[in-house]
């Protein structure tokens, strides 16, 4: 009778060892795995809504520029034609300043830029993680306005344009998102893309895509 008490108990024991066990490997899993996961999705959301606030200021700035983004709009009237296809891409979001506030809208969370404080002489291209479609045109819904500056096919011009045609094979780097990326169309929306969706939307535009990077 002894014995046998002995090893109900010796086997009582195991099964809690066990149980312990799969707990503490519940609790890494969670604090390990899913809280990073969970980081990373936080940060491209506010990614998201960052090129949604993006895509809204272009339109609203439209709405007073004669139905023209600043892209298509000569600086010598207010807009930032120049200096778009001159590789002074923070140009086009100063001459948007009052659409969008503020310039901390300007960086991806998951970038590893700093935002401006404001929109002075001290903001520059480094302080964007957004490249600008300078064929954007809102008559044209499917083109590229905007989207996360780890875009790529290859390497830049010299002004830092790229052009992206019907038949281009772009992607996405690692350097924000891990081979993902965001894109604002002509229309204002925002598409959450892996390369093989971001070759079809550039597959489906109406036209060539040039785009700025900063």
């Not at 010796?10 to 899913?34: C, D, K």
């Not at 999705?41 to 600043?70: H, I, M, T």
């Not at 229309?187 to 785009?211: I, Y």
């Amino acid at each position: 009778m002894h014995a046998s008490k002995t090893r109900s108990h010796v086997a009582f024991t195991i099964i809690e060892l066990v149980a312990i066990v799969a707990l503490l490997v519940a609790l890494f899993v969670l604090v390990f795995v899913s809280e990073p996961r969970s980081r990373r999705q936080v940060r491209e959301r506010e990614c998201v809504n960052n090129l949604k606030q993006v895509g809204l200021a272009f339109r609203q700035w439209s709405s007073g520029g004669g139905d023209k983004y600043p892209i298509q709009t000569p600086t010598s009237i207010g807009g930032s034609q120049e200096s778009a296809t001159n590789g002074a891409i923070y140009f086009t979001f100063v001459v948007m300043s009052n659409e969008l506030n503020t310039p901390k809208i300007l960086i991806c969370p998951s970038d590893t830029r700093r935002p401006a404080t404001d929109f002075s002489p001290a903001f520059t291209n480094s302080n964007l993680s957004y490249f600008v479609g300078v064929t954007a045109d809102e008559a044209l819904p499917t083109m590229m306005l905007s989207g996360d500056r780890n875009l790529t096919n290859g390497p830049l011009s010299a002004n830092r344009l790229l052009l992206l045609t019907t038949n281009s094979a772009p992607g996405w780097d690692q350097q924000i998102h891990k081979l993902r990326g965001n894109v604002t169309l002509s229309d204002g929306s925002v598409q959450v893309t892996s390369t093989p969706l971001l070759r079809r939307l550039v597959t489906n535009s109406e036209a060539d895509n040039l785009l700025a990077f900063p």
